[in-house]
């Protein structure tokens, strides 16, 4: 009668696929589900420090990365063939995976939080490097958006192309300076010019306005 009007507490449980269940009695037979999210992180966290190394060592990102753009419309474009982000997915399936099995999850359960953890850090690293390139390429002039523009000389320009000058112009949002030269009068000190044509790399043909 002591345990009259006592209720059992409620187990809280989590229905697993059975296809997942006998997945993972199936594994244990050929692999450790604890080993394999080691050597996942082992081999994550190995490709991390070696980047790390070489870039101290003077090799930039791009000297030891893969990277393969795939476009999803718009300005959005991720770069899901990195290196790096599939080293971040090893080393967070790892650790994930090997700190559910320590805590006493069950495997599918463990495999499951370990797969969307490093598949999270995987998108991460992919649009963080998207992002970085996006800012690299908007740092970087390109010459030949000068073309069109208006510039002024700052070493005097000789006429008929018998010699180079050169002239600054802004660009980008920065003053950029090149070598320029003219088919028609000269060009003197300050006097501002058009900007006709690249005709090679860092070279202009300017003229002057009233031309």
């Known amino acids: 009668?002591?345990?009259?009007?006592?209720?059992?507490?409620?187990?809280?449980?989590?229905?697993?696929?059975?296809?997942l269940t006998t997945l993972f009695d199936f594994l244990p037979e050929y692999?450790?589900?604890?080993?394999?999210y080691v050597a996942c992180a082992a081999v994550g966290g190995a490709i991390v420090l070696l980047q790390l190394a070489l870039s101290l060592f003077g090799f930039g990102a791009d000297d030891v990365d893969v990277e393969a753009e795939v476009d999803l419309?718009?300005?959005?474009?991720l770069q899901f063939l990195s290196i790096r982000a599939i080293a971040g997915f090893l080393t967070m399936f790892g650790l994930v995976g090997w700190a559910g099995t320590v805590t006493g999850w069950s495997p599918p359960i463990s495999a499951l939080v370990a797969f969307?953890?490093?598949?999270?850090?995987f998108l991460a690293v992919a649009w963080l490097l998207s992002l970085q390139r996006k800012l690299d390429s908007s740092g970087t002039l390109d010459p030949k958006r000068a073309e069109g523009s208006t510039a002024r000389v700052y070493l005097r320009i000789p006429a008929a192309n018998v010699g180079r000058g050169k002239i600054t112009v802004e660009l980008q949002g920065r003053t950029a300076e090149f070598?320029?030269?003219?088919?028609?009068?000269?060009?003197a000190t300050g006097t501002q010019?058009?900007?006709?044509?690249?005709?090679?790399?860092?070279?202009f043909q300017v003229s002057a306005l009233d031309d």
Do not use: C, N, Y
């Open 1 to 19: 009668m002591g345990h009259w009007g006592r209720s059992k507490p409620a187990v809280l449980s989590i229905a697993q696929p059975s296809w």
């Open 31 to 36: 692999w450790s589900l604890t080993t394999l």
């Open 179 to 187: 070598e320029a030269f003219t088919t028609g009068s000269e060009l």
């Open 116 to 121: 969307g953890a490093g598949l999270t850090t």
């Open 193 to 203: 010019v058009r900007v006709v044509r690249m005709t090679s790399p860092g070279v």
């Open 73 to 77: 419309g718009g300005d959005s474009d």
